[in-house]
């Protein structure tokens, strides 16, 4: 029995030693441009579109996903490093599938939320990154077609925010 620990325990640490160098590491990846920025400011995001409170569903969404990420720290502006600013610039409605003898007649939508955001350091003023995201979804619609729309949104928004943060938290 002490036999099989002690293979075990040497097992691993030869499983470990073995990783050192192959360029995998422990912690956070955040591009090495924003090796400084510790702390992100995110006001409330702006809306272009038609589409009534979005802006602030956008914005949480893409708050909440950063605060699971972990790499940054959510802060007021006078204690960030950095501040994003984005705008959402569509919310694209798109026939998925129709009804089986109505073509005309919509039975899924494909949702796309697109966003162009710019991330910046609160010092210098210097843009750290700047670009467009999107985020997709797809919806069978009910009856109540405002009610698939609103159920939709969410879930695009989501999708966004993952996008958005995986390109601030890991450059990608």
């Keep these: 029995m002490g036999r099989t620990v002690l293979s075990a325990f040497f097992l691993s640490l030869a499983l470990l030693l073995s ?10 990846v955040k591009p090495a441009s924003f090796a400084r920025v510790e702390r992100i400011h995110i006001p409330t995001f702006r809306n272009d579109t038609q589409e009534p409170r979005s802006a602030v569903l956008v914005t949480n969404a893409v708050i909440q996903q950063l605060q699971r990420d972990g790499t940054y720290q959510i802060s007021n ?62 919806r069978f619609l009910d ?11 969410p879930l695009a928004a989501e999708r966004l925010a993952e996008n958005l943060v995986s390109k601030l938290a890991e450059g990608w």
């Design 19 to 28: 990783g050192v160098g192959c360029g995998y590491r422990l912690g956070y």
């Design 77 to 138: 502006a006078e204690r960030s490093d950095a501040i994003l600013e984005a705008t959402i610039v569509r919310l694209e409605r798109r026939q998925a599938r129709s009804v089986r003898f109505d073509t005309l007649r919509t039975s899924e939508l494909e949702f796309t939320l697109v966003v162009d955001y710019r991330f910046r350091d609160v010092r210098t003023g210097e843009v750290l990154d700047q670009g467009t995201v999107e985020g997709e979804t797809s």
């Design 143 to 153: 009856p109540n077609f405002q009610l698939s729309e609103r159920q939709a949104l």
